[in-house]
Each structure stands twice: as C-alpha cells, then as structure tokens.
C-alpha cells in the first residue's frame, strides 16, 4: 500500500495533480466556521491554500473573521520546498497580511507584514534567522507529513515551521494514543497521527491533536481534546474532490 502511494505521488510530482477538501469546524457541538483547504502539483511545482472563515454567531462575535494562508514552491526529491509563504487575515475593520520569503540556500526568509487597525496601517519586515528559520512554512509542513512521514515507517518526527521558536512533534497513534484515537474516530479506516503541538492555546487534556489521515493524504477528520477555552475543537471532511 505504501509503495503505490509513493508511485502514485511521483506520478503526480511529474505531470499534475489537484485537490480541494471542504472542512466543518466545531468547538463542542458550537459550529464555528468552515475550511477549505487546496493542493495544485504541476511538474516540479505546488501550489497550496487554505481559507478559513467564521459562521452564525462565531461570525458575529469575531467581526466575520476571515483567514487565508498559501504557499508555493517546489518540490524536490518528493519534499515540498516552500518559495513564498503569505497569511491574510481580517476581523471587522482590522485587517493583517504577512508574506515570507525563503532563502534556503542561507538558511534565512525575509518576512514583511502590514496590519490595520481604525484605518491606520503599521509595516514592518525582518529577516529570519537561526531559531526563527525554518525550511517549511505551516502548509509545506503539513504535506510533507501527510504525504512523506506517514508513509516512511518511521514512528515520530520533530517538526517546526518557520516563525515559530517551539517544534512539533508528530507520532503514528500507538499504546495509549492509538486506543483514544480509535475511540474519537470509531475504528475508521485511515492512519491515525497524533501531534504535539506545544502552543500554550492549544493545551489540551494529553497536549495531543489528534488525526485521521486517508490514503489520498488527506485529512478525514482531526480532533484536538478538552481545550482551556472551547473544550474539543473538531474539524471534519465534509467534500472532497481530486484531480489526478
């Protein structure tokens, strides 16, 4: 199985791949939004995005809030290499848009954000460097671990993206984690991944995200347990289409 996965994914590195996957988030049993979340291979190239935003009365007590995040690049060796990174968000009249720059060769990205508050924009850029650098952004990142690490054999990776100073850490589900996962996703078909995010907004009962990945490598479901603010935040497939 996984050998025609890797097959399949080289295939698709070569001549084109597409796909898009609609997602429902909720905190509880509260509906707070939707996501869609999209992947264009052509060639050696990718294309990424993924756009959340705010529904009902999450809508109305965040200003709509609205967030889009993308990233393009290449991919190398079956390794997605990130080129350019951007992030929009907007919530009422206050709006941010933060882009990177990856510069892998000198282990640096320059990064530029513009945020508005009441009409008036503040700018800003800087170079990231030594912690702060990181060769994924978040969505590169995520791809190489749906599509390379849950297929690899390996049980655990550390992972970081840039910006962040914390690192992740990604495990297949075993022992405790695989009877929990098995129990949230209801023996479903699938790898089950469980992520350690190590973001103090995220804490959670076992600190863990936990994951039901397709053999399409994508995201059937992810649940993260018992947050400080929300209780369980899910997130669940709702459509999906590929492109081959």
Known sequence: M??????????????????????EVKYSWFD????????KIDGDRYETEVSAKS?????????????????????????FVPEKYEHWYSSGDNTSYTSVFFDHNN?????????????????????????KYAQNDM?????NVTRNFANSGMKSIEA????????ARVEIAEDKHLKTA???????DGTYLVVFLNQEIFSSKDGALYINLGE?????????????????????????????
Not at 32 to 39: E, F, R, Y
């Open 2 to 23: 996984r050998l025609g996965f890797c097959l399949a994914l080289c295939a698709a590195t070569m001549f084109g791949y597409e796909s898009v996957a609609k997602y």
């Open 32 to 39: 707070m939004g939707d996501a869609t979340a999209s992947l």
């Open 55 to 79: 529904k009902g009365l999450a809508a109305t007590f965040s200003g709509n809030r609205k967030e889009t995040y993308k990233s393009s690049g290449a991919i190398i060796d079956g390794v």
């Open 107 to 131: 282990s640096q990205a320059m990064q530029m954000k513009e945020k508005c508050e009441e009409k008036k924009c503040k700018y800003e850029s800087s170079m990231l460097t030594g912690e």
């Open 139 to 143: 969505l590169s990142l995520y791809h």
């Open 160 to 167: 970081a993206a840039i910006g962040s100073k914390k690192r």
């Open 182 to 188: 098995k129990s949230i996703f209801k023996n479903s």
């Open 216 to 244: 399409d490598a994508i995201v059937e479901k992810a649940v993260l347990l018992d947050t400080i603010l929300f209780g369980d935040v899910i997130g669940e497939l709702k459509e999906k289409r590929i492109v081959p």
